[in-house]
């Protein structure tokens, strides 16, 4: 029986998988935490346990994993990109003593870890297109260097103290539920809001900038499917490429006109983070994935435009 421990099951990924794995393993198997409450989660905090922690803090942290007899930990306590770069010692110390934490508890308590690499675990050298599942990682945002040594790090304690580590890298996760918090892929979310509202969206990326994405129901399977997977069928184990869709604004723009013909779009380019979004992959190679644990994506990019705007439109009324 699974016992699971979310880490900042507040956030974007958090306050989706938490109601998924719910519905999974049953509601008492499955403890939310965040490092705070935040307004709008009253729902998920009253459907099962639910425990404040802060990943900087290892005692609370293994506390609750004794308390809960966790054996799963999903680590998503994480800072993104564009504030990772506003104050990159915050991102840092989250990304990798909070990991490292994470892992130290699992290895004392012989837990499986989850923890999320992303796409900006490459970097401006790596190749740009169909980007494969081992290449040059030489990333330049302090983000980045977090995902590509925590990559290293998962591989490390499956090596030296055969702790179960899995993880995929994720492109912009795209969903109507919870806000980004704070990368450089939010502008694909920002916009299904703005037009619905507005009929027109600024963009703070570039026109022709492409960055692989992917609908919230996909990442929810990816997570899932991976800690289900069979260890046996598993060669790289963390860090799995994984994608649905690569756009750029206008493609994107042009989606949502199938449904609001008099959208508009803008552009007020950001140079932060369009130095990120530059620094990315135009489209990642998820064969390793599809081989090894039958990564298979259900959405693309006009189904997800179709079922966002929908939902939204409900949402927002
Ligand atoms: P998010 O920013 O929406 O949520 C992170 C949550 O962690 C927040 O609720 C925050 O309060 C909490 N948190 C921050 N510091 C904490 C700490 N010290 N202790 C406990 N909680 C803390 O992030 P997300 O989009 O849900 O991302 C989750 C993971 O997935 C991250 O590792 C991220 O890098 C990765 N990822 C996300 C995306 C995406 O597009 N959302 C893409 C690639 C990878
Ligand atoms: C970000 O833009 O920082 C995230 C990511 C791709 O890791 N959405």
Redesign the pocket.
Known sequence: MRKILI??A?????SELTAEMRKIYGSSNVVAS???M?KGHEELIESGPFEI????DPVTLSAAVDKHKINTIVN?????SAIGEKDPQQCWN?NMN?LYNVLETARERNCMVF??S?IAAFGPSTPKDNTPQETIQRPNTMYGVT?AAGELLCDYYYKKFGVDTRGVR????ISYK?L????T?DYAVHIYYDALKNKKYTSFIRKGTYMDMMYMPDALSAIIDLIEANPQRLMHRNAYNVTAMSFDPEMLADSIRKFIPEFELLYDVDPIRQEIADSWPNSLDDSAAREQWDWNPKYDLQSMTKDMLEKLRVKLD
């Open positions: 880490t900042g507040l956030g974007q990924i958090g965040n490092r705070s935040k922690i802060d990943i900087n998503l306590a994480a800072i993104l989250i909070g923890t999320p992303s995902k994720f492109p912009g996760l919870t980004p918090g704070g990368g892929t």
